[in-house]
């Protein structure tokens, strides 16, 4: 009751400013009545927001603002007594919404959980689910045959000791039925950590490298640096995170490990709770709401020590963290492509800081980015330049395609290499970062192409399926058999796919069991699991894939890799073309000769002169990366400069340049900002609209930053913007 008078007898009345999701780049302020608790900041209030009644989130509270009190409306609801964002996480997505120019209700709103977003209440129970009983691992480790779609089942949930939703289960319910009725599985609450953990492995002697780096990272235990640890593929990166995170954990700290995609990692996470003997609270886009929420709320009290996730794992609570590392730090993966577009790896860094933690940066291939922060001396770097154990790096050729007869890209070369692998009893591993069976479907009487209605690009024919697919836009037709043009029925599918070279090598190789990896044949739940399974345990002797393929594992049997189009990445305008290209080759080539088998590499090209291609192979990438950054120096390029992009979008052609003319007009930007465009995108139609940008570069990044600062919350006023959907990249990693 005396609250309630305070604001009548002078008491500084209660008003809280609330961030609520909407295009807007301000909070907005509310008032506190009668009983109601004053929420700290990060607590979620319940606030009518227009006609509606919003979740927000409290940015502060405040004794006056800028609207007199009578127009400020009342808080409806107190929903948390603790902040949902603590104030840490707080600090790092206020800062992101500045950085990044994004609404700040929008960025608190892409950190919380689906359903903290509505007004669920924090504590909510778990989701239900399935486990394996004790009996059931035990069957799992037996040999017996057994129905193929229960053996399917207790071999996901075996890799799933935290249990798997009946979602994620594809199959129907009278197989897990079955299942339960032997004992083997049992329904549970999907409340992580996971209750069954294998029992803790011991680690391996370090070799010098590895010891020098895990001992230099130990010293800056308790404050903040930033180490980016070089090592060659296979040379024991990972072994080096698991002896640095030992001792942390034992102190109970919390240690965030950040991968691209955790699909394709199943094996990271095996071996971080086989080392430790505890269970590794996994981030990443398959979790159910109810799962996401339960470790949520397990990170931030602490109890759960090892978390490991993608990208949006950055803006998980800690209570105590001990690191964070980001591992393959290079791949474009770990920067957000909608909404507020982030970059994990240089958030982790800033969040490290915060903490006054150490942070590292794991990669074969470093970003120029991270090499630049060495030479600046910001970052410290650690190299480990040998493979671990008996390994040896693999040997790496290049063949020259040009005029050779090839059956679906595969050279004699290439042919002749994979029999004596295979014969040898090995397995070979095909890159080929296209998928489908065709990129080009052409009628051969009147030169007619298939072109996607609602992009600028061609529809890629996808033979089995018969089906014309965008990979654009995702658009897809049948095949007609006959040329909508001039009804000729010769059409021909040119050029080679995954699904092309697949159905050749199971022509040429047919005694050899084959898996294709890509996104078409991984669509299924537990697809990939099963392939990348296959792989590891030599079952799949020829291994065809997509970058899918190429990415951190460790196939243990595979001695010869191969590059089936080198040139795919010579010919691209973006100005990080190369420096992708060459990641990708040491990549999958870091695929081969993993274990005590020496292995090879061959590169196929028609550009063997190519010096981007030459130096890389003779030199390796460390010199590579080094003339690359020369060349961004020279060329005043990032990260020499500081970038952000405005991308606009409209259904008609003219509307996204007219708002990005007028945008530059109303940028006045000083001499230190460059403005460059607006153009066209270079594929301009997509998903059947018109699309252009503007380029926004300075050598200075405090400059560009100002600019925005006072720009960005603008460019919705202007009268053109209406006309269109418009975005801001900052720190950009494709400029189309
Ligand atoms: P990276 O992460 O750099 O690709 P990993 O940590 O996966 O490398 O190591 C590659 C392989 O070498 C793994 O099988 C790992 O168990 C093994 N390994 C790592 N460090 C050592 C070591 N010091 N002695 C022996 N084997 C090691
Ligand atoms: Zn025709
Ligand atoms: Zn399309």
Request: charged share 20%.
């Amino acid at each position: 009751r005396r609250r309630d008078v305070g604001l009548m007898n002078g008491r500084a009345p209660r008003i809280v400013e609330v961030a609520v999701p909407s295009p807007l780049y301000r909070g907005f302020d509310y008032r506190l009545t009668g009983d109601m608790p004053t929420p700290a900041a990060g607590c979620r209030v319940k606030v009518p927001f227009g006609r509606q009644q919003r979740v927000g989130v409290v940015l502060g509270v405040k004794a006056d603002s800028d609207l007199p009190l009578a127009k400020l409306r009342p808080v409806g609801e107190v929903l948390d007594q603790a902040p949902a964002l603590p104030d840490e996480l707080l600090g790092l997505l206020c800062w992101s919404a500045k950085y990044y120019h994004h609404p700040i209700g929008e960025t608190l709103f892409t950190a919380l959980p689906a359903a903290l977003r509505r007004a669920r209440p924090a504590t909510a129970e778990p989701d239900r689910g399935w486990r394996l009983t004790p009996l059931g691992r035990e069957q799992c480790a037996l040999p017996t045959p057994r129905a193929r779609r229960q053996a399917a089942v207790l071999e996901r949930l075996a890799r799933h000791p935290e249990g798997l939703t009946r979602d994620a289960l594809p199959v129907p319910l009278s197989v897990l039925r079955a299942l339960q009725n032997k004992g083997w599985i049992a329904p549970c609450k999907l409340d992580q950590p996971a209750t069954q953990i294998t029992a803790a492995a011991p680690p391996p002697p370090l070799n010098e490298h590895q010891q020098q780096a895990v001992t230099a990272i130990q010293a800056g235990t308790g404050q903040f640096g930033c180490f980016l640890l070089e090592g060659v593929t296979g040379s024991g990166k990972t072994e080096v995170y698991l002896q640095v995170i030992e001792p942390l954990l034992a102190r109970r700290r919390q240690v965030l490990v950040l991968v691209p995609e955790i699909g394709l990692t199943p094996q990271l996470v095996e071996r971080f709770s086989r080392r430790f003997g505890i269970p590794v609270c996994t981030l990443h886009s398959g979790l159910s709401e109810g799962q996401r929420l339960q470790a949520w709320r397990h990170t931030g009290t602490g109890e759960a020590l090892l978390i490991l996730g993608t990208r949006s794992a950055l803006f998980t609570p800690l209570k105590r963290a001990g690191l964070i590392i980001v591992d393959e730090e290079h791949d474009a993966f770990l920067k957000q492509q909608d909404g507020l577009r982030y970059s994990a790896r240089d958030l982790a860094v800033w969040r490290a800081r915060q903490w006054r933690i150490p942070v590292v940066l794991g990669s074969a291939t470093p970003s120029l980015e991270s090499l630049y922060n060495v030479q600046q001396g910001r970052y410290l770097h650690l190299r480990l330049p040998q493979r671990a154990g008996s390994a040896r790096q693999p040997e790496m050729q290049l063949v020259d395609l040009r005029g050779q007869t090839l059956r679906a890209l595969l050279s004699e070369t290439l042919i002749q290499r994979m029999r004596r692998h295979l014969t040898g009893g090995n397995q070979v591993l095909l890159f080929l970062n296209r998928r489908g069976y065709a990129p080009v479907l052409l009628c051969h009487a009147c030169g007619w192409v298939a072109n996607c209605q609602r992009c600028d690009a061609r529809m890629t024919l996808h033979q089995q399926r018969r089906e014309l697919r965008c990979h654009h836009c995702n658009s897809q037709r049948p095949v007609d058999p006959y040329c909508p043009a001039c009804g000729s029925s010769e059409l021909l599918g040119l050029g080679e796919g995954t699904e092309r070279v697949e159905q050749t090598l199971r022509e040429l190789f047919s005694d050899y069991p084959l898996r294709c990896i890509d996104r078409d044949t991984t669509r299924r739940k537990g697809a990939l699991e099963d392939a990348l399974a296959a792989a590891q345990s030599g079952e799949a002797r020829i291994l065809l894939g997509t970058q899918m393929l190429a990415k951190g594992h460790h196939f243990p049997g595979v001695t010869l890799v191969a590059v089936l189009d080198a040139d795919q990445g010579l010919f691209s305008s973006d100005f990080r073309a190369a420096e992708r290209m060459a990641q990708q080759i040491i990549q999958v080539a870091g695929r081969a000769g993993r274990a005590d088998r020496p292995g090879e590499v061959l590169i196929q090209t028609h550009q063997p002169e190519h010096p981007l291609l030459l130096q890389l192979i003779a030199e390796g990438y460390p010199a590579f990366a080094a003339a690359a950054l020369a060349e961004r120096r020279q060329a005043g390029l990032p990260p020499y400069a500081s970038m952000a992009l405005l991308r606009a979008e409209a259904v008609n052609a003219q509307a996204p340049h007219d708002f990005l003319q007028q945008a530059a007009e109303l940028a006045a930007a000083p001499a230190e900002v460059q403005l460059w465009g607006p153009v066209s995108a270079p594929m301009e139609r997509r998903a059947g609209r018109y699309r252009a940008q503007l380029l926004l570069q300075s050598s200075r990044r405090g400059d560009l930053q100002q600019l925005l600062d006072v720009w960005v919350p603008r460019l919705d006023g202007l009268k053109s913007a209406r006309r269109v959907r418009w975005s801001l990249d900052v720190d950009p990693m494709d400029t189309y």
